[in-house]
Nanobody, 127 residues
Framework: QVQLVESGGGLVKAGDSLRLSCAAS????????MGWFRQAPGNEREFVAA????????NYADSVKGRFTISRDNAKNTVYLQMDSLKPEDTAVYYCAAARRVATMAILTSRGWYDYWGQGTQVTVSS
């Protein structure tokens, strides 16, 4: 079992930045690829970013590419999502997730591939 706890959400203005954190406990954190997903009201949960166990490879949704950066610190059992140039359409609940099985970056965009999920943190961007 892996427990995931997100933090760092909040209310910001368009153009501002936020950094989300996801702290993991339980199994060996470095065994897992990690992903960030988000869900806006009335929408399905969608992929935002993913990172492999070593941090060597990352992948982003087109809507956030160039604005968001995913990173991890295996010594701290934490994955981060740095969000810059935020837009109102980034408003959503953001979830981190852990995937145990080895996968390509393309597969890591699929929420069905992930084994564990956090409870989410709300990000609201005002115009």
């Amino acid at each position: 079992q892996v427990q995931l706890v997100e933090s760092g959400g909040g209310l910001v203005k368009a153009g501002d930045s936020l950094r989300l954190s996801c702290a993991a406990s339980g199994r060996t954190f470095s065994d897992y690829a990690m992903g960030w997903f988000r869900q806006a009201p009335g929408n399905e949960r969608e992929f935002v970013a993913a990172i492999t166990w070593s941090g060597a490879n990352t992948n982003y949704a087109d809507s956030v590419k160039g604005r968001f950066t995913i990173s991890r610190d295996n010594a701290k059992n934490t994955v981060y999502l740095q969000m810059d140039s935020l837009k109102p359409e980034d408003t959503a609940v953001y979830y981190c997730a852990a995937a145990r099985r080895v996968a390509t970056m393309a597969i890591l965009t699929s929420r069905g591939w992930y084994d564990y999920w956090g409870q989410g943190t709300q990000v609201t961007v005002s115009s």
